[in-house]
């Protein structure tokens, strides 16, 4: 069976695109909101993709630094991909999106 990795490879090397493999639920879009996302999210955000990647939601003490760094890192950059995005779409409502994401996960729920 081919794994995920070598599938992905597969189809890179055929020129396509594979972006959402494995992507993490609880990563959250946070381009063209009203308001605008803030650094916590943009931490959050930075967190969750960190622990994604490192496969650890708590560092050894010898990884720490090293997890910390990361978190800040890829915090920078979002922040930086964020306020060089824009947008010719009216920005999103946080309220009216968290409402679309509770009614999608009952329904995966449900049964």
Same mark, same amino acid.
């Given at each position: 069976?081919?794994?995920?990795?070598? +599938?992905? &490879?597969?189809?890179?090397?055929?020129?396509?695109?594979?972006?959402?493999?494995?992507?993490?639920? #609880? =990563?959250? %879009? *946070?381009? #063209?909101?009203?308001?605008?996302?803030? %650094?916590?999210?943009?931490?959050?955000?930075? *967190?969750?993709?960190?622990?994604? =990647?490192?496969?650890?939601?708590?560092?050894?003490? !010898? #990884? !720490?630094?090293?997890?910390? +760094?990361?978190?800040?890192?890829?915090?920078?950059?979002? $922040?930086?991909? *964020? &306020?060089?995005?824009?947008?010719?779409?009216?920005?999103? &409502?946080?309220?009216?999106?968290?409402?679309? @994401?509770?009614? @999608?996960? $009952?329904?995966?729920? !449900?049964?």
């Amino acid at each position: 069976m081919e794994s995920a990795l070598e +599938r992905a &490879d597969s189809e890179m090397t055929t020129g396509h695109l594979l972006y959402a493999v494995g992507m993490c639920r #609880n =990563i959250r %879009t *946070l381009h #063209n909101f009203e308001p605008p996302a803030n %650094t916590g999210e943009v931490h959050d955000a930075a *967190l969750q993709y960190v622990r994604k =990647i490192s496969g650890s939601t708590k560092p050894s003490q !010898a #990884n !720490a630094e090293a997890f910390e +760094r990361a978190v800040e890192e890829v915090a920078a950059a979002t $922040q930086r991909l *964020l &306020d060089g995005l824009v947008s010719s779409a009216p920005p999103k &409502d946080r309220d009216v999106e968290a409402a679309k @994401r509770r009614a @999608r996960s $009952q329904e995966r729920f !449900a049964a």
